[in-house]
């Protein structure tokens, strides 16, 4: 069996994922070569990967902060057990992922490990938000020096191999592009309003899934019941958060873009942006969108949805636990597009997490934590990536076109609209949209007011990243 699956990956075939025990910087695994390597092309390699006969009883641990350690009882979960198994007993080591820290402590976990050589885990799921801090401290190893690492293949997510591209250094990757923030539509509301349930899917296939169509929605799913004046149900509720950076990326605008030369740019000043944001507050001035209730907790939206007291609701994909199980029947699209802009279709903004390995493990090392998490990170025999996430949504979701449509839509790189906010420090999306959203301020205001702000924090950074460049560079 063994000889048998290391053919099979020098013919190319496709292999799974699975993650890890752990050992610390310059302690983990081995430091023996593991009875030599050997170098062997893929079929969808651009180039010759290095590979390891053993891991000589490596242990390696993912961590991140959601995990489960359920496998699962669908058929694509034992596939992938029993092939987590299989390549484990083949080369010789020990791979897990699993919840290993908080939300609210993983950057400290991950720079206080790395800086006492002694990290937690082999490789560490980090939020974006978290990421340019501790990899300006120099504390990420650049993975395009591993040559087990192929980042031209095609299970590579293209956004985050871009957003961590730094000079002619790669430090940071995901195999995972995690669905993010679309609109959810409440089924029996649409129909009182005489609206066909599938409509929403049938205008987003047909691309016409626009602003001026999801306004005649809001008109009609805005509903004074008893003629005294007063709005009984609301069409929208959502997070400012949210909603504005939908608004800004369903019209070709964004917060910080990144230039030709690599450095970034403040990008609310655009004609783009502030049409965005106007048109995003008009819904609000027409009485579309249901204002927070005085007192309710910053996420109150998600209860006015699953209680029927709005028709739909613009929120990230991972919050539907919140609303599962309410009585009606829900579906989701993706955000509706500006189709008077040329250049604008529907999308999402990605904020997909970044798998780091620490600097801290000598090349040896590094290498063979490379070498499994490339195995890791194959689909599993039998099954393509698509299968595999499909799998997790189609039960999570309460009819396929959710995941065979807008779930699909938003995994292609035309229907994204990435966002650097992220790697700015001390930028955040609610320094725009908190006042606004509120009502506090007008779009033009804001932009105006954070501007100099903004500017300031984002020169800084680029200071700090070319100085990281030009440090790092080969």
């Not at 079929?43 to 490596?58: H, I, P, Q, R, V």
């Not at 490789?123 to 980042?151: H, I, N």
């Not at 369903?250 to 048109?279: H, I, P």
């Not at 189709?339 to 279709?345: C, G, M, P, V, Y």
């Amino acid at each position: 069996m063994k000889a048998n699956m290391k053919k099979l990956l020098a013919m190319g075939l496709v292999t799974c994922m699975a993650v890890s025990l752990f050992t610390g910087c310059n302690k983990g695994g081995n430091s023996g070569n593991g009875g030599g390597t050997t170098s062997t092309g893929s079929t969808a390699n651009t180039k010759t990967k290095k590979t390891f006969d053993s891991l000589d009883g490596m242990s390696i641990l993912i961590g991140d902060w959601y995990s489960s350690d359920e496998v699962g009882d669908t058929d694509y979960a034992k596939a992938t057990q029993d092939y987590r198994d299989e390549i484990m007993d083949t080369y010789n080591f020990k791979i897990k992922r699993s919840n290993e820290y908080s939300y609210a402590d993983m950057q400290e976990n991950f720079v206080n490990g790395v800086m006492s050589k002694n990290p937690s885990c082999q490789l560490f799921y980090l939020y974006q938000e978290f990421v340019s801090a501790p990899l300006m401290k120099g504390l990420m190893k650049d993975l395009s020096q591993l040559p087990e690492f192929d980042f031209t293949e095609e299970k590579w997510n293209p956004t985050v191999v871009e957003l961590m591209s730094i000079g002619n250094g790669i430090w940071g990757m995901n195999t995972e592009a995690e669905p993010r923030g679309g609109v959810f539509f409440n089924k029996r509301l649409l129909k009182e309003a005489g609206i066909d349930e599938e409509e929403p899917y049938d205008l987003q296939a047909n691309n016409e899934w626009t602003w001026s169509k999801f306004e005649e929605y809001c008109k009609k799913l805005t509903v004074d019941s008893d003629g005294n004046g007063k709005t009984d149900q609301y069409a929208l509720a959502s997070f400012s958060k949210y909603y504005l950076p939908m608004c800004a990326a369903n019209n070709d605008a964004t917060f910080v873009t990144r230039n030709d030369d690599g450095e970034y740019e403040n990008a609310t000043g655009t004609e783009e942006f502030l049409y965005a944001m106007n048109w995003g507050m008009s819904l609000m001035d027409k009485g579309y969108i249901m204002p927070k209730p005085n007192g309710a907790a910053w996420d109150w939206y998600k209860a006015a949805f699953r209680d029927g007291e709005v028709a739909m609701q613009t929120a990230e994909v991972y919050e539907i636990s919140a609303f599962a199980t309410m009585d009606d029947d829900w579906g989701f699209v993706m955000f509706p597009y500006n189709e008077k802009n040329d250049n604008a279709t529907n999308k999402t903004t990605p904020n997909d997490n970044i798998v780091v390995m620490p600097e801290c493990f000598s090349q040896d090392v590094a290498e063979k934590i490379a070498f499994a998490y490339d195995l890791y990170t194959e689909p599993t025999p039998g099954y393509t990536q698509e299968d595999g996430w499909k799998e997790t949504y189609y039960s999570q979701f309460r009819d396929d076109r959710a995941v065979d449509e807008t779930l699909t839509m938003m995994t292609e790189q035309e229907h994204k609209q990435t966002s650097y906010l992220p790697m700015i420090n001390d930028l955040d999306y609610g320094d725009f949209c908190y006042a606004v959203y509120a009502g506090a301020t007008t779009p033009a205001k804001k932009i105006e007011a954070i501007s100099s702000s903004w500017n300031s924090k984002i020169s800084d950074m680029n200071k700090k990243y070319k100085n990281f460049a030009a440090q790092h560079s080969k």
